[in-house]
Structures are given as C-alpha cells and as structure tokens.
C-alpha cells in the first residue's frame, strides 16, 4: 500500500481517473470541490486512507472545471463519446458539453462503443424483489445522465414486461442507448419451467415481438440467450443472420455458449459479443469462454458482476427475501453454503472499508479490471445502486491490491453452484 501525500487542489483537477496520477486521496481535496461533489458520491473516499484508488471527480459535478486546460478537455471529450447516430453524429443530451458521463468501451473488435458498464435490467421485473416501475423508470433517467447507454434486457424478463418498461424508458432517445436483448426462452406455462427454443421459426417471431415492446425498428445487439439442443447452432444463427440483413438487428450475440458453439456460430456471421456470467465467485469464463472471445475479437459482457448482489453484502440471509425471489433457488444463497461464502464477503468487506468504497464497487472495479474487453452490465433498479455502481468505473486497483481481493474471495473456497440443476442443464459447455 502507498502512504500518499496530501494532493492539491490541481492534482485533483489534471488527475487521470485509470491511472490515478497523480495522487487524489485526502480530506485536502474537498475545499476545493462544490457540494455536488460531496453528495454525489463519486468522491466517496475522500478521507486519507493511505490507499492507491480513488475517486478523483465527482459524477455528479458535469461542468468542466476551469482550471483545465484545452487539452484536457479534449481528453475528456474523447473519453465521453457518446453513441452517435447513423451519420456519425452524437445524439441527445450526451452531446451537452456541460454533462460529464461514464467512459466508454469498445464491445469486441467491431462492435458499438458503449458506456464501461451497461444497466441490467432484468431486476426491475422480476427476480429480485417486488418491481417498482416509478422507481425504474427514475433510473434510467439517471442512467441516461450519466452517459449509462449499454441497456440490456430479454422477452424472457417478466416475462415480456421488461422489454415493454425498456421501450417506455427510452422513448424519445432511441439514438441515445445501445439496446440489447434475447430471444430463445419460452416462458413456461406456470406448472413448469420455460423452455428453450432457437429454431429459426421462434427466433423471427421472438424478433417481431421484442421490436414491438421495445417500440423501435432495430435492435441494436441481438443475443440467444440458451443455445437450443435440438437446433444445430448454424441454423439459430443463419436466422439471427437474416434479420440482420432486413434491418431489424443491428449486431449478433450468444449467452452462456462453450468456445465451441462459438466458433460454429461465428462461422455463419460475425458474432459481436457474447454474455456469459462472471464475477468474484464465477471465474469459469477465464479457463473457457473468454479467452475464446479475445482471440475471435468477440466482447465479453459479464452478467451477474455482483453476484446477484451477493457482493454488495445486502442479502446476509434468505429470511428477509420475498418467497419468489430468484436467490432461494441458487445453491450459493442455500443454508451451509451460504455460511461459507459470507466468511469470504467478510474478507471483501473489511477490504473495502479499509478503502473508503462499498463492497460491491470493488467487486464491479475487479470485473472492470479483468480487461477494457469487458463491459459488465450490473443490475439495479435504484437510482443510488446505479450512482454506486458507475462511480465503480473510476476506481484504479493495483496488482497488490488486485491479488488481495482475489485472496479474499477464492475460487476453490467459493461453496454450492450457480445455478439449480435444471438451470446447470441449461449452459452449453
Ligand atoms: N444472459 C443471462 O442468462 C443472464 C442471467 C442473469 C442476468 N442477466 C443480465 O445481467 C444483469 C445483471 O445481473 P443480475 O441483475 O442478475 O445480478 P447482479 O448485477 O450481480 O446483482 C443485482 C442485484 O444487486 C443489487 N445491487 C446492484 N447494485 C448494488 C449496489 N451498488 N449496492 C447494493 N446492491 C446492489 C440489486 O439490487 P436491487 O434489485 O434492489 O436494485 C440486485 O438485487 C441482469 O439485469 C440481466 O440483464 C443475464
């Protein structure tokens, strides 16, 4: 650990967010900031921790500081491109020069750039406690002030009805967001669970239907969500390939496919991106999927970076969970396991209390941190989950501390699977 020297009000002003230089941390910064800094919890360390990360800026402070010079600005002008329409152009209240926004990331060698994480959506229909639509739709307004543009849902969720809140959310700004969804689940029909098909039949309706809740023409990344076993995956993504060809979707991607299903998928069209889970306590992608997707030049979007909130350290027992909630299903949350995996958020927790940030920013920050290839897609449906969440990306960890959050959560001491059985079943290896 570094012992930092106390900076000044400059070195707040021309520090670098990724690398933190130079240093930021100190009770020594806040006179020189506004109070919309203090409040809005990008400087949420701002105390003499001795640690090496930092907030350097509020996220909530959009005007430039004029103590910047021109070149700073237009480094940060770089770092906020926000998406751009058809000719090129950035669109909506990105382009405010007085709005600052989370940087952005390029989604696989050939695909959209997008905001550093994206907004799962999935929990604010279901899975996760009761929907609250007032409240959604305040975080996706705030979400779209931050410059959070990467929107991920699925027909699945709800079923349907996500798509449906996603389409109201961005009514007006389809220019502004980078929409993604899946195709590929059916729901079941109560007594059982949703089935998976992929058969080039569903996947054209499945379309249909998501443009119509979306309430937009195209589709800006199109994922399967579960390969089908019965449909060879050429076929699944021939289909995908076609709507593509009739403007309906824009790019092509897979979730939870083996480096196999990959390369066959790729061989038929280009697949931009492909989604699989990865967190602290879900590390299989390493030794799989996500080396597979740096050598074909496929992004990688992390689901579930939060463990299904796990890491935030707000879900310490199943007692206070609604009866439906997704987590009582999940061997990790189950009685036992869950004991032993709480002794590692322990570990995580006093890490981050030693660094001034919650539990869940550093286990977003070491998603972030795995590569610029990735672009996790945490899900909330609080306005102050998501502050939480974008001031994540301008964390800077080193390598030492990098090493003591993987001691702190490892992969061999994590207890209990992912997902139920019938669920296990359902991932293509
Ligand atoms: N492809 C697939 O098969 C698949 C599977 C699962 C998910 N997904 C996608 O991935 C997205 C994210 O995954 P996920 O939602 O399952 O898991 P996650 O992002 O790991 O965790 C979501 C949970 O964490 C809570 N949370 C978020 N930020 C927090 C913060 N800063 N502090 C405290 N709690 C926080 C949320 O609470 P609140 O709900 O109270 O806001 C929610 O309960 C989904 O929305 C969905 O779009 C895809």
Redesign the pocket.
């Given at each position: 650990m570094t012992t930092e020297t106390p900076p000044t009000r400059e070195a707040v002003a021309f520090a670098d967010p990724l690398t933190c230089a130079p240093n930021a941390v100190g009770d020594a910064v806040a006179p020189g900031l506004g109070p919309a800094d203090r409040t809005a919890g990008a400087l949420l360390s701002v105390r003499a921790t001795g640690m090496s990360f930092r907030f350097v800026r509020s996220l909530r402070t959009c005007e430039f500081d004029p103590a910047e010079g021109p070149a700073d600005r237009e480094e940060r002008r770089d770092r906020t491109e926000l998406p751009t329409d058809r000719r090129g152009r950035q669109r909506g209240y990105a382009r405010s020069p007085s709005l600052r926004s989370v940087r952005q990331r390029r989604l696989g060698r050939n695909g959209p750039r997008v905001s550093a994480i994206?907004?799962?959506?999935?929990?604010?229909s279901q899975?996760?406690?009761v929907p609250d639509t007032a409240g959604a739709l305040a975080?996706f307004e705030r979400a779209f002030e931050l410059g959070v543009t990467f929107l991920?849902?699925?027909d699945i969720?709800g079923p349907f009805t996500?798509e449906e809140l996603v389409g109201r959310a961005i009514r007006g700004r389809r220019d502004d967001v980078v929409l993604?969804t899946?195709c590929g689940f059916v729901p079941g029909d109560g007594t059982g669970p949703n089935r998976i098909d992929g058969s080039p039949e569903h996947i054209r309706a499945a379309c249909e239907a998501s443009l119509r809740r979306l309430g937009v023409r195209t589709i800006d990344l199109y994922?399967l969500?579960?390969v089908d076993p019965r449909t060879p995956i050429e076929e699944s993504v021939r289909a995908m390939a076609g709507l593509v060809d009739d403007g309906k979707v824009r790019y092509l991607g897979l979730?939870?496919v083996s480096p196999a299903t990959l390369r066959r998928a790729g061989s038929v069209h280009p697949i931009t991106a492909v989604?699989?889970?990865y967190?602290l306590w879900t590390r299989d992608p390493e030794t799989g999927i996500l080396p597979a997707c740096r050598e074909l030049g496929v992004g990688f979007?992390?689901?579930?970076?939060?463990?299904?909130?796990?890491?935030?350290?707000?879900?310490r027992s199943l007692a206070g969970l609604p009866a439906d909630d997704?987590?009582r299903g999940i061997p990790r949350f189950q009685e036992g396991n869950l004991e032993r995996n709480l002794a590692l958020l322990d570990r995580l927790e006093s890490i981050a209390r030693e660094q001034g940030v919650?539990?869940?920013?550093l286990?977003?920050a070491w998603v972030l941190h795995r590569g610029e290839d990735l672009v996790?897609?945490?899900?909330?449906?609080?306005r102050?989950?998501?502050?939480?969440?974008v001031a994540?990306t301008e964390l800077s960890l080193t390598a030492e501390q990098l090493s003591r959050i993987e001691e702190a959560v490892r992969r061999e001491a994590v207890a209990g699977e992912r997902y139920s059985p019938a669920g296990q079943a359902l991932i293509d290896r």
């Open positions: 994206g907004l799962g959506c999935m929990g604010m899975s996760y406690g975080t991920d849902t699925a969720y996500n993604a899946k994922y969500h579960r979730s939870e989604q699989s889970e967190s979007v992390p689901f579930s970076p939060l463990g299904r909130g796990f890491f935030s350290g707000t879900v997704f987590r919650s539990p869940a920013q286990a977003l996790p897609i945490p899900g909330t449906k609080r102050r989950y998501l502050e939480e969440n994540a």
